[in-house]
């Protein structure tokens, strides 16, 4: 019923840029958020950046001042723009959406991309 699918991941070298993107499609009434975490290989999957219920931001403290967030509403789109980037940033990044299927049913459900692949070599 709802897909999201990321894009944007791939091999870059330490310092460099990269912007990833997650579009949701399907039967959408509404969307709450759409938040990026990361998994790195023998690692849990943490939170990377979210957007707060007032429409702020928060992101983990490892990529705070290089990492940014942004959401194209009209598109069901969110950006992650990566700057400067790590060997340890290197993971599996996945996008997290919470959203109502329809207006006169208001449950949340909670739906996960597919991930893309960053890799920084140093």
């Known amino acids: 019923q709802v897909q999201l699918v990321e894009s944007g991941g791939g091999l870059v070298q330490a310092g460099g840029s990269l912007r990833l993107s997650c579009v949701a499609s399907?039967?959408?009434?509404?969307?709450?958020?759409m938040d990026w975490y990361r998994q790195a290989p023998g690692k849990q999957r943490d939170l990377v950046a979210a957007?707060?219920?007032?429409?702020?931001?928060n992101y983990a403290d490892a990529v705070k001042g290089r990492f940014t967030i942004s959401r194209d509403h009209a598109k069901n789109t969110v950006y992650l723009q990566m700057n400067n980037l790590k060997p340890e940033d290197t993971a599996v990044y996945y996008c997290?959406?919470?959203?109502?299927?329809?207006?006169?049913?208001?449950?949340?459900?909670?739906?996960w991309g597919q991930g893309t692949q960053v890799t920084v070599s140093s």
């Open positions: 997290n959406g919470i959203l109502q299927h329809f207006e006169y049913e208001t449950t949340r459900f909670s739906y």
């Open positions: 399907g039967s959408i009434f509404k969307i709450y958020t």
């Open positions: 957007f707060t219920s007032g429409g702020s931001t």
